[in-house]
């Protein structure tokens, strides 16, 4: 599984024109599934989601986790993170899970972070979704499991 991560100072996102999730200060993520992945994969996706630490402590250094400042999560299916693009100019999907897999593990994940934190919004798989978010740093991570 991928995630990439977004530190934002707020994000939401929307499906015509609805908001179907939003958070405050927290992480964007954009998640990936693979052909190859796996409830442990999303298990340990979701550990460095919640413990990676991205956010500044008071001396401005990046020691803080999600979980340290009790931020908003806000998950974002993203088969496109699934994409070969090594050959070409076109990308190929060939390595994404199949939409029945893709869902059952973003489901998966989703409902195992709202276990375990406090502030869980999402997106809607496979859905046209639009993102808004202001990014804070810029600071953004690939995470890979």
Known sequence: MKGLIQ??????????????GAIDQGLLVLVGVEKHDDHASADKLLHKLLNYRVFSDADGKMNL????IQGGLLLVSQFTL?????????PSFSSAAPPAQGEALYD????????????VACGRFGADMQVHLLNDGPVTFLLES
């Open 82 to 90: 699934a994409a070969d693009t090594q050959k070409g100019l076109r």
């Open 108 to 119: 998966y994940l989703r409902e195992q972070a709202q276990a375990r934190h406090s502030q």
């Open 7 to 20: 530190r934002v100072r707020h994000a939401r996102v929307e499906v015509a024109g609805e908001i179907v």
């Open 65 to 68: 986790s999600l979980t340290d």
